[in-house]
């Protein structure tokens, strides 16, 4: 195998080996720092293209708003189903809201994994294994990264990684057709921050349902 097929291949399995088994254990008030300016670096580190000057910054801006409108609808009524408001029932959610929408969501998670597998990881595999097969390799390395994450939250690995590639695939779609990774990164925050307001939403009526009178 060629020199240049190592280094996406290396960065895939280091981010999953990352995700699930050094993130956890990271003192919270180091995860968002941290994984923020690892984000940083790994842009850096493979000269990946952010997309983040017009024309390009004005096309993902477009698309990703577009995109995030109809999946922000879908997520908010997904709420209705029983089974998703039970799941958001006993879902733990920080103590403090406004930390959690406005800095953990966006800056510890939406950019650095936006970064990290898009833009760097994405870059990387397409360069070596052409779009098609780069965007596979970005997208599965994507799903198994929230193996940790299913498996503390008591879902399906399985499932919650499948899930997650076909996500991570379609964040990849929209960055290769915008050429920025704004697109993907709004798509991405809408559906964190939707579910996010959603759970804590639940989660007080539930409060409030239980409170004797």
């Given amino acids: 195998m060629s020199p240049s097929r190592i280094r996406p291949l290396l960065l895939a399995a280091a981010l999953v080996g990352w995700s699930n088994r050094v993130a956890p254990k990271l003192p919270p008030r180091w995860q968002v720092p941290v994984h923020a300016v690892l984000g940083g670096l790994l842009v850096a580190s493979t000269d990946a293209p952010l997309g983040l000057r017009p024309p390009a910054s004005g096309c993902g801006v477009r698309l990703g708003l577009g995109v995030a409108c109809a999946v922000s609808v879908a997520v ?35 950019w650095p994994e936006e970064a990290a597998f898009r833009a760097a990881l994405g870059t990387l595999a397409a360069r070596s294994f052409g779009p098609k097969w780069g965007r596979i390799l970005q997208a599965t390395a994507f799903g198994l990264s929230h193996v940790a994450d299913a498996r ?40 964190n921050e939707v579910a996010a307001v959603a759970a804590l939403a639940v989660k007080r009526q539930g409060l409030i349902v239980s409170s004797p009178i």
């Fill in 76 to 110: 908010a009524t997904s709420t209705a189903v029983p089974a998703v408001r039970r799941s958001m029932t006993l879902r733990e959610v920080p103590a403090s809201a406004v930390g959690w929408l406005l800095v953990r969501i966006p800056i510890g998670t939406v």
């Fill in 152 to 191: 503390g939250a008591d879902e399906t690995v399985l499932g919650t990684a499948v899930v997650t590639g076909v996500v991570g695939w379609a964040f990849g779609g929209l960055y290769d057709r915008s050429g920025s990774i704004a697109a993907p990164m709004l798509v991405h925050l809408s559906i």
